[in-house]
C-alpha cells in the first residue's frame, strides 16, 4: 500500500508554510542581533553547559510550564497538557511510525496520520505487552491527556475564576481562528482513529477502538465515508492552524524557545527596539495573566493592560494613549510567565514617541567648588516635599558621628529619571552629565539617597564609579556595625514597597531588616514583588488625580488590613501620596529609625533626674 | 530674592480677541484639569527649577490663559520634569501631563 493519500494535503502544506515562516523569522532575528549579541549568542554553541541549561528552561517552561502551575494549578495542567501532551504525542507518534514502517526517515505525514495508513494491519485488542500494543496504549492515553485539558480551555473560556484569572484577553480575529482550529484538531483525531478502528475492527487503543465500535454501529452511513471524512477534517484544521500560527498569539510557541537561548546567551533588552524587543513581542502568548494585576482596572482603564500594549506593538501600531496609560510599576513584568521586561518595552516605546521640546539646563551650571567629602548624601526632590525625612536621615548620620556631604542642600537637581521615564532619554541624558560632574567633584565615595527614584537612575544609568546605597541599606550597615544605638518601640507597622526599590532594584530585605530591629513588623497580603503601587507614580502623565487616589485607596486597604498603627515605607513619594489618604501615620523608615535612637538631653530619664538635681538645689 | 510672581507687573494692554488662544484651547482639550487651578503659586514656590533660575509656573499659566506664547518659548526649556509641583498642587491639576502638553504645543506651533 502507498502511505499516501488526497487528504495529507492541507497538513503538509500547512506544515511547509509554518517551517518556513518560522524559520524566516528567527533567521531576521537571529542576522538583526548587535555584532556583540551575535557573539554572545554564538559563545552558546562552544559552551554545551549554558546551552544545556537553555535546553531545560525551554522543558519546563516551554513544556511543563512551571511558571503557570506556580500561578494555579489547573492553569498550569491546562496549558502542559497542550504543549507538553502534543510534543510527547509527535514524538512518540514519530518511534512507533518507524516500527510500522521499518525505516528511520518516513514523510512527514506519514506518523501523523499513522492509524489511516496501518489499517489494514490486525493487531489483536487489548494486547498490552507487545510493542505495537504499547505504543497504542501511549498514544490514546496521551490524547486523552490532550482532551482533557481541551475540556478545562473550553470551561475556562466560561469560568475562568477557576483558573484565577478574573478578566481574560480579548482575541483578535486571527486568534479565534487559530484557536478554534487548534480547539478542533484533537477531537477530529479521536474521532477519526476511532472510526477507522470500529470500521475495520482493530487497530485502535483502549480509548479509540471502543469509542470507534460504538459509533459506527449508530452510523446509518458507511463508517468508511465518514472515517476518511474525519481524516480530511483532521488534516485541515492542522493545515489552517499551520498557516494562521505566524499571524496569531500562537507564533510564542517557536518565538519562546528562541528568546529562552537568547536570554540564556545574556543578551539583554536595548534602549531601542532591537532584535531581541521583538523576539520578546512575539513571544507574547496574550495569557493575559497581566491583566488581573494590572492596577489600571482599578482607575477604571481596562484597555491599556501590558497584553494589549504588546499586541498594538505587534500589529506595528499602539495608540499613545495606550503606551502612555501605564504606572510602570513593574508588576506585571515580575508575573509574566515568558519573563517579557514589560517595562522596558514600554519606555522604548514612549522613546519613539518623540523626545519633545529641548530643553535649556545651562542655568544648572555653576562655578562653585563644591566640598569634598567620603560619604555624600543626596536627598532627592521628592525628599525636599517630606523635610522629616531629611531631619531623620541628618539626624542619623550626625548621630553616628559621620561626616557627610548633603549634597542638594540647597541646590536640588532632578536626576533626570522623571524625564527618562516620559521617554525623553537626551534631556534626562543632560541632567545625568550635570549631576554625575557634581558627584565626582565631591570625591565621594559612597553616595546614599532617599529616594528609591534617584537611586534606580544612578546604579543604572549614571556609571558611577562609587558605592551607592538607598537609605534603608545605609542605615542597616550602621544597626549591623553598631554605628547607632537602638531603643525600639516596637509599634505594630506593615511596610510598603516602592516600586523603583523593590521590584526596580530588587531590594527587599534591607528594609524590613531595619524595621524589624525596631519595630514589630506585620505581614501584608501582598508585598515585596507583588507589592502594589501607591499611585504617586511619576511613570504616567495621563491619568487623573480622582484616578490615582482610588490606586491609592486600594493599595491603603489592602496594607492597612492587618491593623498596623504605622505604615512605614522607603520612598518620599510613597510617603507624601499615602499620607494624603492613610487614617494611619505614614513614616519613612528613616523615621522610625531616628525616633527609635536614644537622645540623651531629651529623653524621659534624662528629663526626670534634672528635675530631680534642680529640685535639691532648691532644698 | 526669589520671585513668586507676586509682584506689581509692568503696565501692559492686552487685547485678548488679538491673541493666539491656540495653545491654552489644545491643553483645555487634553488637560482639562488646567481649568482647576486658582493661582495659588504653591507650584512655583516648590519647584525644582525655579530654585535656580526665574522660572514660575504660575506666570507660565497666566501667559497661556493671555495668549502670549512668544515668552513661553524659552521659559518651558527649564522645566526639569520632576513632578513635585503636582504633588503639592492643592486643587489636583495633572502639572506634568500640562507641561508636557504645553511643550508639544509649542513644538507644533513652532
Known amino acids: 500500500m502507498i502511505n499516501f493519500n488526497l487528504f495529507v494535503l492541507p497538513f503538509f502544506l500547512g506544515l511547509i508554510y509554518v517551517l518556513v515562516a518560522v524559520g524566516k523569522s528567527w533567521y531576521h532575528w537571529i542576522k538583526a542581533l548587535t555584532p ?38 489547573l492553569l498550569g495542567y491546562m496549558h502542559m497538557s497542550f504543549a507538553l501532551g502534543w510534543f510527547l504525542l509527535i514524538v512518540c507518534g514519530n518511534i512507533e511510525s518507524r516500527f510500522y514502517s521499518g525505516v528511520h526517515v518516513n514523510a512527514p505525514y506519514y506518523p501523523i496520520f499513522l492509524k489511516f495508513f496501518i489499517h489494514d494491519r490486525l493487531v489483536i485488542f487489548f494486547e498490552v505487552f507487545s510493542v505495537p500494543g504499547f505504543f497504542r496504549f501511549l498514544m490514546d492515553f496521551l490524547l486523552l491527556y490532550i482532551l482533557s485539558g481541551l475540556v478545562l480551555a473550553l470551561l475556562k473560556r466560561q469560568y475562568s475564576n477557576f483558573f484565577g484569572m478574573k478578566r481574560t484577553s480579548r482575541f483578535q480575529f486571527t486568534d479565534r481562528v487559530a484557536m478554534t482550529c487548534l480547539w478542533l484538531i484533537f477531537p477530529l483525531r479521536l474521532l477519526a482513529e476511532s472510526f477507522t478502528a470500529g470500521h475495520y475492527g482493530s487497530g485502535g487503543g483502549f480509548l479509540t477502538q471502543p469509542l470507534g465500535d460504538f459509533l459506527v454501529q449508530l452510523l446509518p452511513v458507511p463508517s468508511e465515508f465518514v472515517a476518511y471524512a474525519m481524516w480530511w477534517g483532521y488534516s485541515l484544521s492542522l493545515g489552517i492552524f499551520f498557516v494562521m500560527l ?13 528568546l529562552i537561548f537568547f536570554r540564556h546567551a545574556g543578551i539583554q533588552p536595548k534602549k531601542w527596539y532591537s532584535s531581541f524587543s521583538d523576539t520578546e513581542v512575539q513571544s507574547c502568548s496574550r495569557c493575559g495573566v497581566c491583566i488581573d494585576i494590572c492596577q489600571m482596572n482599578t482607575a477604571g482603564i481596562h484597555n491599556a493592560q501590558t497584553v494589549y500594549f504588546i499586541q498594538g506593538v505587534r500589529d506595528r501600531y499602539v495608540p499613545e494613549e495606550i503606551t502612555q496609560k501605564c504606572l510602570v510599576c513593574g508588576r506585571c513584568q515580575e508575573i509574566c510567565p515568558v519573563g517579557i521586561n514589560t517595562d522596558s518595552l514600554r519606555l522604548i516605546k514612549r522613546r519613539e514617541l518623540g523626545s519633545g521640546q529641548s530643553t535649556d539646563f545651562s542655568y544648572l551650571k555653576s562655578d562653585d567648588k563644591p566640598k569634598t567629602a567620603q560619604i555624600v548624601y543626596f536627598s532627592g526632590c521628592m525628599t525636599h516635599l517630606t ?13 553616628a558621628g559621620i561626616s557627610y556631604l548633603h549634597l542638594d542642600k540647597d541646590r536640588s537637581i532632578c536626576c533626570g529619571r522623571p524625564l527618562m521615564i516620559a521617554g525623553k532619554d537626551r534631556q534626562a541624558n543632560e541632567l545625568i552629565e550635570i549631576n554625575k560632574q557634581i558627584i565626582h567633584e565631591t570625591r565621594a565615595t559612597l553616595l546614599v539617597t532617599s529616594c528609591p527614584i534617584c537611586y534606580r537612575v544612578f546604579r543604572e544609568e549614571y556609571n558611577l564609579p562609587i558605592r551607592i546605597q538607598h537609605h534603608s541599606q545605609f542605615i542597616l550597615d550602621l544597626i549591623k556595625t553598631g554605628k547607632i544605638p537602638l531603643q525600639g518601640q516596637f509599634k505594630k507597622v506593615v511596610y510598603h514597597d516602592p516600586c523603583d526599590l523593590g521590584r526596580g532594584t530588587k531590594t527587599y530585605e534591607a528594609p524590613r531588616e531595619v524595621l524589624s530591629k525596631v519595630t514589630d513588623l506585620l505581614p501584608v497580603k501582598q508585598e515585596a514583588n507583588n507589592a502594589l503601587c501607591c499611585g504617586g507614580s511619576l511613570g504616567i502623565l495621563n491619568v487623573t488625580q480622582q484616578q490615582r487616589a482610588m490606586i491609592t ?7 492597612l488590613e492587618n491593623k498596623p498603627e504605622i505604615l512605614a515605607t522607603a520612598c518620599p513619594l510613597c510617603k507624601k501620596t ?32 534634672q528635675a530631680k538635681s534642680y529640685a535639691n538645689e532648691l532644698i | 530674592m526669589k520671585n513668586f510672581g507676586y509682584t506689581i507687573q509692568r503696565d501692559q494692554s492686552i487685547d485678548i480677541d488679538q491673541n493666539d488662544r491656540r495653545i491654552v484651547n489644545y491643553l483645555l482639550s487634553l488637560e482639562p484639569s488646567f481649568n482647576l487651578c486658582l493661582g495659588c503659586g504653591s507650584c512655583t514656590g516648590t519647584c525644582t527649577a525655579g530654585h535656580f533660575v526665574d522660572f514660575n509656573i504660575r506666570r507660565v499659566h497666566t501667559l497661556l490663559r493671555r495668549g502670549e506664547s512668544k515668552q ?29 502638553t504645553i511643550q508639544r504645543a509649542i513644538e507644533q506651533i513652532g
Open chain 1, 36 to 73: 556583540i549579541d551575535k557573539v554572545k549568542l554564538s559563545t552558546l554553541i562552544r559552551h554545551p553547559k549554558q546551552a544545556l541549561s537553555a535546553l531545560k528552561e525551554v522543558f519546563l517552561e516551554s513544556l511543563v510550564h512551571r511558571k503557570m502551575w506556580k500561578r494555579n494549578p
Open chain 2, 72 to 100: 513661553l518659548k524659552t521659559e518651558m526649556k527649564k522645566c526639569m520634569f520632576c513632578g513635585k509641583c503636582q504633588l503639592v498642587c492643592p486643587r489636583g491639576v495633572n502639572l506634568r501631563n500640562l507641561i508636557i
Open chain 1, 578 to 609: 499615602f499620607a494624603t489618604h492613610a487614617s494611619i501615620p505614614v513614616m519613612d523608615i528613616a523615621e522610625l529609625v531616628y525616633q527609635s535612637i536614644p537622645k540623651p538631653s531629651y529623653s524621659a530619664s534624662a528629663q526626670s533626674h
Open chain 1, 553 to 559: 485607596k486600594e493599595a491603603l486597604d489592602i496594607l
Open chain 1, 246 to 258: 505566524p499571524y496569531s498569539r500562537y507564533m510564542h510557541i517557536p518565538t519562546e524557545v528562541l
Open chain 1, 387 to 399: 523635610p522629616s525625612i531629611i531631619r531623620a536621615m541628618t539626624g542619623i548620620l550626625e548621630n
